[in-house]
């Protein structure tokens, strides 16, 4: 086969010499970027095929998020050119009504059409199969105007044509093994942050749900067991993480449903359960989906400056902490959300941000300014001091999601309150009247938690407080009125207003056992 233009694998197009792209190439783990030598934003539709052909595949299919945030999947028999092009460059029919609780039967054909770019090799099931996102559009071939991911899309591009910044995002995606109880090798009781085996039971799955995220194009910093690790009767409870690099929002959105998509495959094919529930049980660390974001001018980033977080991030740190209730509508959509946000969990209650404070609702974590070329001189004695640019790793974390999030509307939501806090005449006041750097909970510090305003208690809460601030999400047609009477609807259907008063007035035997059901109700969120 002809040899096509080289670029990298991940990130932006680079311009470097051959010789430094080739590497790149070779160490990259996703087989397309090897076999094309071209970064995945450049694929046509010649190069699917020819990938196509060469590999052998035998079965294409087209992937997308319906409207309870699972991946759905259409499926091909590749039988030719003919058809592979045809189903490539103009997609397919899907029910939309079937899709989005917000479409009606009587007109509800939608078009699904392919990114080639998220192009992948689907790691489960005997038949060689080539998987890839769609975007829906309408009967007119417009981007549907209602789909979470192109509310995302519209969301980004109002950002920078109001604002000329761009923002990346990552998510970090926690979730618990729930497994027959082993007990060689038991961590001790909600110690397993970064424990390693035998006492933790599930790094392999872990290990393998990583090399097949990258390998399906996503980009990785880590992964690491978490502190959530106990053990009952019959099984034992492991709760561990995977955290993503930043990239642009829509990216970010697909990397937390392909890394969800995955881990749950993999826990079917080992028949173990694995879940990504914000509460597993009484006492015991919950699940989150925090969100780092950074912001970007033309490709640059702009979160940190010489004196450490900029002007311009606590800006967009205002503009969440204005909209702060209503985002819980995104990010927290089921009962037990609200079982996970209490004190003393790491989880946030009140609405401020602060610096490595992990009780905040937006953390600007430990940056390397003007500290990492001399620590690797003293961890490694006799060496050079390195020569790094770290301003690229900054970033302020979203700490109150959790994993019943619709991840393309939670974005979309934190991208308009950034527009909106970059907007705000006021928005530095907001930002210094909301920073604490006082751990809250205690109580010499009482007196700062009461000037705090609290975050929703309950899904109900969540609908009014979205209601409220409706005006913020519909400016710019970015959010369409129906998803947001659709959301306030599912949202006070639980009929959850008073819930947590409720769960803890009851005996401790009680309450145990119908948190435990609640908990299994919403266990595949």
């Not at 009247?433 to 705090?452: C, G, M, P, W």
Request: charged share 25%.
């Amino acid at each position: 086969m002809k040899k096509l233009p080289r670029t990298g694998c991940s990130g932006s197009v680079p311009a470097s010499p051959e010789s430094d792209v080739s590497s790149k190439v070779q160490l990259c783990p996703n087989p397309l970027v090897k076999f094309l030598e071209k970064h995945p934003k450049e694929f046509t539709v010649d190069d699917i095929i020819a990938f196509i052909a060469e590999s052998k595949i035998q079965m294409l299919d087209f992937h997308y998020t319906g409207g309870d945030g699972r991946i759905k999947t259409l499926t091909f028999v590749v039988s030719g050119e003919e058809q592979l092009r045809q189903l490539l460059l103009s997609g397919e029919r899907v029910d939309g009504s079937s899709l989005f609780p917000f479409m009606e039967s009587g007109a509800s054909d939608l078009y699904v059409v392919p990114k080639f770019r998220t192009a992948f090799i689907n790691p489960f099931g005997d038949i060689p199969t080539l998987g890839m996102f769609c975007r829906y559009f309408d009967k007119d071939g417009n981007p549907l105007e209602m789909s979470p991911e192109n509310i995302l899309i519209r969301a980004h591009a109002n950002l920078v044509n109001k604002t000329g910044y761009s923002m990346h995002a990552m998510g970090e995606l926690e979730y618990y093994v729930i497994s027959k109880r082993e007990a060689l090798f038991e961590a001790v009781d909600q110690k397993g942050y970064h424990e390693s085996a035998p006492f933790t039971k599930w790094e392999h799955l872990r290990k393998e749900a990583m090399l097949n995220i990258a390998r399906m194009g996503g980009t990785l910093k880590y992964g690491h067991s978490e502190v959530g690790n106990f053990s009952d009767e019959y099984y034992n409870y492991e709760q561990n993480e995977i955290e993503f690099l930043p990239t642009d929002v829509e990216e970010a959105a697909e990397q937390l449903v392909l890394g969800k998509w995955i881990l749950r495959s993999l826990a079917h094919k080992y028949g173990v359960s694995l879940s990504f529930a914000p509460k597993i049980t009484v006492g015991k660390a919950g699940s989150g989906l925090h969100i780092h974001m950074k912001l970007l001018k033309d490709g640059v980033s702009v979160t940190g400056d010489e004196n450490g977080l900029s002007d311009v991030s606590r800006r967009a740190i205002a503009g969440i902490m204005d909209l702060a209730a209503s985002l819980t509508a995104f990010g927290n959509t089921v009962p037990t959300s609200y079982l996970r946000l209490v004190p003393h969990q790491e989880a946030p209650t009140n609405i401020c941000w602060g610096d490595r404070n992990r009780s905040v609702l937006v953390r600007v974590p430990l940056g390397w300014t003007g500290a990492a070329s001399q620590m690797t001189v003293i961890a490694n004695p006799g060496s050079e001091a390195a020569k790094l640019n770290t301003n690229e790793k900054q970033t302020f974390e979203f700490r109150c999601p959790d994993g019943s999030a619709d991840t393309y509307l939670l974005l979309a939501g934190l991208v308009t309150a950034v527009t909106h806090g970059l907007t705000d005449n006021d928005a530095l006041q907001k930002a210094k009247d909301t920073y604490v750097n006082v751990n809250i909970f205690h109580e010499e510090h009482q007196s700062v938690a009461k000037r705090l305003k609290q975050l929703p208690m309950c899904c109900a809460d969540s609908a009014t407080a979205l209601e409220k601030q409706k005006e913020i999400y519909l400016d710019s047609g970015v959010f369409p009125q129906r998803v947001l009477d659709s959301l306030v609807k599912k949202l006070r259907g639980y009929e959850d207003s008073g819930l947590s008063e409720r769960l803890f007035a009851l005996p401790d035997e009680q309450r145990v056992a119908a948190i435990g059901d609640l908990v299994q109700k919403y266990l595949n969120c």
